[in-house]
């Protein structure tokens, strides 16, 4: 493992040699010397469920907390928000949080970030890296539906608050500052470039709470007309925190450190998605034209741009199972967040004890050949109404989102700005990989700390209409 990790090695390497070889004889659980020692790694859905379930038993990790780092990324964050809590302090940020997301809906914003790519990819002479490109605009949709924010970072990628963000965000996880918190601390003086990162965050920061301010006050004047679906996260979160409800309010700072949790959460996790969609729609040209048809069937094929509506969207449930298998191949986060074990227990016939550090293995379930038939396949039909997935003894083999009450709040806003971007890009164009990518003889996945995903991809995009 440890050579694996100087090595950078991707995750999939990783899986591949060390723990699906392994699998049946340890019945899915595995120590391993990680980041922070040793960690016990599950990847039986069995056990999976249990860790997912009993969150009293196995809350989130305190590691943070225990090094006390109080580096970029804390500043960022902030040291408590929504995925590092547990029990009542999580809680309460999930229930001010919950509303918003399930009023949140914002087509009509997807399809007007939607038609600035479209005028990007016409730019474009040749293929087009759809990385970058899906990350402005990704960003730009976590910008305006999070906070009310324009980046303009997929019209203007050298806009001076996209670089602020990307400067803070690129590589804030560097594991040598996580390992050495006094390097990002202390001695943050030697390290210039990481200090400009510290310097664009006291930017961000300063623009965040001005928008938090700005919000309440147009809030108390009686607010907006816009639909509630239309409204960011932030206005729906402040408007829960009113009334009778005011006791239960989050604090400024609790606020803006969930906003910035959104950012980091749904940015990278969403583009990376969409990257894996465009990839095996590029590269299965049967499955492109099948869900190509159905999209055509809802929304029509005359000549010109037609984005789809709130009642519409929802009737691709082919498309759906594409973009499900997508992320079954290319999961954007490959381990979930570390749990640590609260009293001496046991999972799966094996003895844990009190205070054992436990990842749960994203990749290891989704690529597990005893849990799917012939796994490296790309097959949406898994997805299907009594499909492979319904028939499998526990549905916690698959996990691109997590599951049990801690399951990703972002999943059917993530899904729905992915629903209305590539049922609009299907329509308007044909996918295919150029003759001399990279991915041409499979996808090549890079080593990033953070989230999980592919090296540089390039698609080309060939008109319709
Ligand atoms: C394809 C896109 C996404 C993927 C694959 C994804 C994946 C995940 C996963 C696996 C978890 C569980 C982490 C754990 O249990 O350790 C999670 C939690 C979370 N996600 Fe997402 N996510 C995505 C999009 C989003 C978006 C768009 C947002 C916000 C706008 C978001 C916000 C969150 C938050 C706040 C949590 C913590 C929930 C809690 O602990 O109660 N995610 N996500």
New binding site residues.
Partial sequence: MFRSLMASENDLDRTNKLVLPRWEETNGIISFWGQFGWTVRVNNPEAVRTI?YKTDIFP?TSIFDDLKYKGLLTKFLGER?????NAHE?RK??KI?NPA?HRSMPVKTFSVLTSRMFEQIEKADGPVDVQNLLQRF?LD??GL??FGFEFNATTNPDGDWVKAYNDVADNIGDFKYLFFPILDTALLGLFPERKKKHESLDRLDELMNQVIQKKKSEIAKGGSNVDDNEKD?LTLMLEAGQGDDEKEALTPEELRN?VM???L???D??S???NAVLYFLAVNPDIQAKARQEVLDVLGDEPSDVWPTLEQFKQFPYLSKVMKEA?RLA???S?????EVAKDTELAGIFIAKGTSIM?D?LSLHYNPKLWKDPTKFDPERFSEGGELESMPSTYAY?????????????N???A??RVALSSILRKYELSLPEDSIHKDGIVFDCVTM?FATKKMMINFTRRY
Avoid: Y
Avoid at 399 to 411: D, E, K, N
């Fill in positions: 997912m989130k928000n929504m995925v590092s809590t999580w940020r999930r949080a997301f990704t949709a976590i539906i999070g996260l969930e949790l959104f950012f959460a749904g940015h996790t969403t990376n998605a969409m992320i999961p954007p986060i381990r979930l967040v570390e749990r749960i994203v996990l691109p989102f997590g599951g049990g009450a801690r399951q990703c709040i972002g999943m806003f993530s899904m700005e992915q989230t």
